[in-house]
């Protein structure tokens, strides 16, 4: 199939899904979502709060099920849901439930009694210190406070006869699913208190720089109107390679001229469209990415987009980008997540239970690795004609913002490529490249996840 303005998606998604992953994405076990629009994302900031935030959109972010990455459902949310959905078998005994009761009721007390015990050994021990520093507390409970040992086997006991009686009626599998629950749940990964699950992240938006209320000559500026706001999330890590790399890219930004090292992708008339399946996809996902590969944005008024015409057919056509920096970085949970559970129990759900492993199920598929840009540099060669006319709107059309696949140049809204003057044109051969942009902020290219099946 030649190439035209809608498969040079599907053409440029599998040059780079081919290049990123040396040829190894296995589409049976994968899949590969693609950023149909720069998305930069803040992995290098001086607050680690705020890159904490953006691994844990990335992490927790379930792309939908098509080519281009867009947000299905949220990791968390749906393993908690799932967690909540299994179905457990245990004694049918309905006389159970009066004897668990009974033994919840016991547990208060005990636990009462421990706290209220192990306060005043604490008191004791501190006092007794002073003749002995170098006993510990366990030492000193064990020889000179034998009441604390004895309210906490007591509080054992009815924590014991209350496990006891619920795995009775729920099977040998309560425990473990309670304590997944518990670490995913609101004391755990979810908590709102520092934890070894969740991670510190500051969520909102700050105003740019210089937009706060301006002051007179020798004064300092007022602090940068933030709405962030500092809270804690579910805990992700990103492969630490990343943070080596970054500063590889950097060093390689500051050369002159800029060393490009990255992701090296050309499209030209001889490219051809993939197919669905070589992503990961099957037909019945309903795939699809953005319409067309260029467009002219209206910013001014009402946003419109209009497909431009080029001639994908022409001799001297390509699309070539190069990034300064690119890198395909593993990206997992903390210790809150268990796929083993997801595995065993995916058949033994309730009835009436939600989606969660079709291919548009919430947890068809895990984030696993994401796909890292850096500065990169668009060259586009065309016809003479299409060169020209090209050139002429470009350079009289204030109010125009241009697309080129996921890259946009001329709208601050639209993109971090704002600035049309990185735009250059070559007469010499009809081509026009754009940036590169020097930046500290990465891009997203694209997400790779593992399917969850169910056997």
Request: glycine share 6%; aromatic share 12%; proline share 6%.
């Amino acid at each position: 199939m030649a190439l035209t303005s809608q498969n040079a998606w599907s053409a440029y998604a599998k040059a780079i899904l081919d290049q990123a992953t040396s040829g190894q994405f296995d589409p049976k076990t994968q899949t590969f979502s693609l950023a149909g629009q720069t998305l930069n994302v803040d992995l290098a900031n001086a607050d680690t709060e705020i890159i904490n935030a953006n691994v844990f959109e990335i992490g927790n972010t379930i792309p939908a099920a098509g080519g281009a990455y867009t947000p299905s459902s949220s990791l968390i949310s749906s393993y908690f849901s799932f967690l909540n959905w299994i179905k457990l078998q245990g004694d049918p005994n309905p006389n159970l439930q009066s004897q668990i009761n009974l033994a919840a009721s016991a547990i208060q007390p005990a636990q009462d009694n421990y706290i209220s015990v192990q306060t005043k050994a604490v008191a004791a021990w501190t006092a007794y210190k002073a003749i002995d520093s170098a006993i510990s507390f366990p030492d000193y409970v064990r020889t000179q406070y034998p009441t604390y040992g004895q309210a906490k086997l007591a509080l054992d006991a009815a924590q014991s006869k209350y496990n006891q009686l619920m795995q009775q009626a729920y099977g040998p599998d309560y425990q473990t699913i309670v304590a997944a629950q518990g670490k995913a749940g609101f004391d755990g990964a979810q908590a709102l208190l520092k934890n070894t699950l969740n991670m510190p992240v500051k969520l909102g938006s700050s105003a740019p720089a210089g937009s706060g209320a301006p002051v007179l000559p020798g004064q300092n500026p007022p602090t940068t109107p933030s709405s962030l706001i500092s809270t804690y999330a579910p805990g992700f890590t990103l492969d630490s390679a990343f943070t080596a790399k970054y500063q590889e890219w950097q060093t390689y930004s500051v050369q002159q001229p800029p060393v490009f090292n990255g992701l090296k992708i050309r499209l030209d008339a001889s490219s051809s469209a993939a197919n669905w399946s070589d992503f990961g996809w099957s037909a019945a996902a309903n795939a699809r990415f953005p319409v067309g590969w260029f467009t002219a944005v209206y910013v001014s008024g009402q946003a419109s987009y209009k497909e431009q015409t080029f001639d994908y057919t022409a001799s001297n056509f390509s699309f070539e980008v190069e990034f300064l920096g690119s890198g395909l970085f593993p990206i997992f949970s903390n210790l809150w997540f268990d796929l083993g559970i997801v595995k065993n129990y995916g058949n033994s759900l309730r009835q009436g239970h939600p989606n969660f492993f079709s291919e548009n199920g919430t947890l068809a598929r895990i984030p696993a690795q994401v796909l890292i840009g850096f500065q990169p540099k668009i060259t586009m060669t065309v016809s003479a004609s299409d060169y020209s006319n090209f050139k002429s709107q470009f350079q009289q059309s204030a109010n125009i913002a241009y697309k080129f696949g996921p890259f946009t140049i001329g709208s601050v809204s639209e993109s971090s490529y704002s600035d049309k003057s990185k735009v250059t044109f070559n007469d010499s051969n009809n081509s026009f490249t754009i940036g590169p942009v020097v930046s500290t902020v990465p891009q997203i290219i694209g997400v790779l996840c593992n399917k969850v099946t169910i056997s």
